[in-house]
């Protein structure tokens, strides 16, 4: 049995409940959920990017309507090969500061040019088929933005390991 005063000086002097995890518990446990989010939100941004290059007329039409952009088969190759490379770089964590940010970015601009659908998910007032799936958008923008806040803490990342 361990008396109050040696488990004091074993928490630092700080009270811990039962149920509540120690710093090195916690602090993995950060990590681990860390990770898994930047893994799955550059895989997000990976399929988008393999579109570009399995279905590039599908990339052209969706630049043209929900950025009033035109764009050729060669741009849509090009734009995919440099979201590969972000996503890659969000996956392993490289770069956390301008990856995590772009990754952001590229993802607000993409929530932003559809904001008519999720503002109108039903599609009542668009007058068109219910939209639901583009609401998903707005959970992965909040994930963005919670890892670049939290880029630092992101400690199984390769910057990390490599003492960045």
């Not at 509540?20 to 916690?26: I, L, M």
């Not at 990017?49 to 599908?58: E, Q």
């Not at 440099?82 to 993409?110: E, K, M, N, T």
């Not at 992101?154 to 490599?162: A, E, G, I, Y």
Request: glycine residues 8%; positive net charge.
């Amino acid at each position: 049995m361990i008396s109050p005063d040696k488990a004091m000086s074993m928490t630092g002097g700080k009270i811990m409940s039962a149920t509540e995890p120690s710093p090195e518990t916690a602090e993995c446990r950060l990590s681990a959920s860390l990770a898994l989010l930047r893994i799955s939100l550059g895989l997000f941004l990976l399929v988008w990017a393999v579109m570009k290059f399995v279905l590039p007329k599908g990339t052209i039409n969706i630049f043209k309507k929900f950025y009033g952009l035109n764009i050729d088969v060669d741009l849509s190759l090009w734009i995919g090969i440099a979201q590969c490379v972000l996503a890659v770089a969000i996956i392993v964590g490289f770069a956390r500061f301008w990856s995590y940010g772009a990754g952001l970015l590229v993802h607000a601009v993409s929530s932003l040019s559809s904001w008519k659908e999720v503002l109108d998910p039903w599609g009542m007032y668009l007058n068109t088929q219910p939209k639901m799936l583009f609401w998903a958008g707005v959970p992965v923008l909040a994930a963005f933005v919670l890892l670049w806040l939290v880029r630092e803490r992101d400690l199984w990342s390769l910057d990390h390991w490599l003492g960045r």
